[in-house]
């Protein structure tokens, strides 16, 4: 079992490389149209498409708000949130330029970009949020589950075997929604994942939960609470 654990944890951490770095917890709390910087407060943001309206959210300690959204939720002390250099690296940016303007820039250009992290290797599990260009602006949740179906069943297939995809409804912030649910197995042990689809005018942003031997999604959804 030591083994077979050892193999999922390894697994995980290529499939989710994003959240399992060494570097030190983000601990200070940001104004929610920047998280993670404070740099750019004079610079002005991309005025050529909506989405240099795009909100980030705030984390502090282990926690996540984003008021765009009306979304908080408090995570346990003893997970790992990723840095600012560690969202920034996964989304093909650098520290120094991980502002407002350089993320409205990448979305624009078709860039997916990862602005919270919150990973549990020994479980294990992670809860990921991502924000990109919405596809089909006037969508709801079931169009864009079908629309990237298709890729979510792609992307999973490299991590595990003999998986399966479904439709499925999931308790988040008091509220029943559709979220694309994957499972399957490596090393023949579990694995299953979890995405909610958040349209938010030309912007999506995603809920992702990855967790290893049990399925940790309606426990890990449900923390997060509607703000006003």
Same mark, same amino acid.
Do not use: I, W
């Given at each position: 079992m030591k083994k077979y654990l050892i193999a999922l944890l390894a697994l995980l951490v290529i499939a989710l490389a994003a959240c399992s770095s060494d570097s030190?917890? !983000?601990?200070?709390?940001?104004d929610p149209a920047g998280i993670?910087?404070?740099?750019? !407060?004079?610079?002005?943001?991309?005025?050529?498409w909506e989405g240099s309206d795009v909100d980030i959210g705030m984390t502090e300690e282990s926690a996540y708000k984003n008021a765009t959204l009306g979304i908080s939720a408090a995570f346990p002390e003893n997970l790992h949130i990723s840095s600012e250099a560690e969202l920034a690296a996964h989304s093909g940016l650098t520290a120094d330029t991980f502002d407002r303007a350089a993320i409205a820039d990448a979305i624009e250009n078709g860039q997916t970009v990862e602005i919270f992290c919150a990973?549990?290797?020994?479980a294990p599990y992670s809860v990921t949020i991502r924000?990109?260009?919405?596809?089909?602006?006037?969508?709801? @949740?079931?169009?864009l589950i079908s629309h990237f179906s298709a890729e979510a069943i792609t992307e999973f297939e490299q991590t595990g075997v003999n998986v399966v995809s479904a439709v499925a409804e999931?308790?988040?912030?008091?509220? @029943?929604r559709p979220v694309l649910t994957l499972s399957g197995s490596a090393e023949e042990l579990p694995l299953y994942e979890t995405i909610l689809y958040l349209p938010?005018?030309?912007?999506?942003? !995603?809920? !992702?939960?990855?967790?290893?031997?049990?399925?940790?999604?309606?426990?890990?959804?449900?923390?997060?609470e509607a703000i006003n």
């Open positions: 030190e917890l !983000t601990k200070s709390g940001k993670h910087h404070n740099r750019d !407060t004079d610079q002005p943001a991309p005025q050529s990973s549990e290797l020994a924000v990109l260009k919405n596809p089909l602006p006037d969508g709801d @949740e079931a169009a999931a308790e988040f912030c008091g509220q @029943e938010c005018g030309d912007l999506l942003y !995603t809920v !992702t939960v990855l967790s290893g031997m049990t399925d940790r999604s309606a426990e890990l959804l449900g923390l997060f």
